[in-house]
């Protein structure tokens, strides 16, 4: 069966690969629409490494990521219908993957700080532990103490100062791209860059002065 799609005008302007990437996944779309199953295993076999890369970079727990990569694609599935072209699929699946990341987190921070209250009123013994960390692209640090340190001082940034931080240099995508994610100007995610790489260079910093 043969779609119709129909493309933003701001595509106009793509580079015929990217061009033909966003037409490919316009057409893919169409078929979730249609409630192709065979569709669904395409998008999954497509972007599940990307989802899942998004997420672990900001969750640092393999089985968290995997939740998160598994929430994207069931929420795909489920609100696929409502997905408006003026936007791109790769795009929407950045926005669910970070969002849901970042909830993950929150999540995860209420039940710590929960489970510290409740261990100093005696109402539980209960030791926590850290969600260990993984190789790290962006391990420019020699020694892993170094690199866990800088980890750490990335997850302390602003979450849209982090988003865009990890998007960049962890996903490699453009400063268009990610103002598509975020939903914001590529002015604003060049300001957010710049913040997030002088805070961290003020931390490490530090740190190496105290070392």
């Known amino acids: 069966m043969a779609y119709s799609l129909s493309l933003p005008l701001c595509f106009n302007s793509l580079p015929k690969s ?13 078929q979730l629409q249609q409630g192709s199953e065979a569709a669904f295993r ?11 890369s ?9 089985e968290e990521a995997e939740d998160v990569a598994q929430e994207v694609f069931v929420e795909v599935y489920q ?62 640090l020699e020694g892993e ?27 490699e995508l453009s400063y268009d791209e990610i103002a598509a994610v975020l939903d914001t100007t590529v002015s604003a995610v060049e300001s957010l860059l710049f913040r997030a790489r002088h805070t961290l260079r003020q931390h490490l910093h530090a740190s190496f002065r105290h070392a």
């Open 18 to 30: 990217d061009l033909g990437v966003v037409v490919a996944d316009a057409e893919l779309v169409a």
């Open 42 to 52: 395409s998008l999954v076999e497509k972007y599940q490494q990307r989802v899942y």
């Open 54 to 62: 998004t997420a672990f970079s900001l969750l640092r727990s393999a």
């Open 79 to 140: 609100t696929v219908a409502k997905f408006r072209s003026e936007t791109t699929l790769s795009t929407w699946l950045y926005r669910l993957a970070t969002s849901r990341a970042l909830q993950h987190r929150r999540r995860a921070t209420a039940k710590k700080r929960f489970a510290y209250f409740t261990s100093l009123l005696g109402l539980q013994n209960q030791v926590l532990h850290e969600p260990p960390d993984h190789a790290h692209p962006l391990a420019l």
């Open 145 to 171: 103490q170094q690199l866990h340190l800088l980890l750490s001082y990335i997850g302390r940034l602003p979450s849209q100062q982090q988003i865009a931080f990890t998007l960049r240099h962890e996903q």
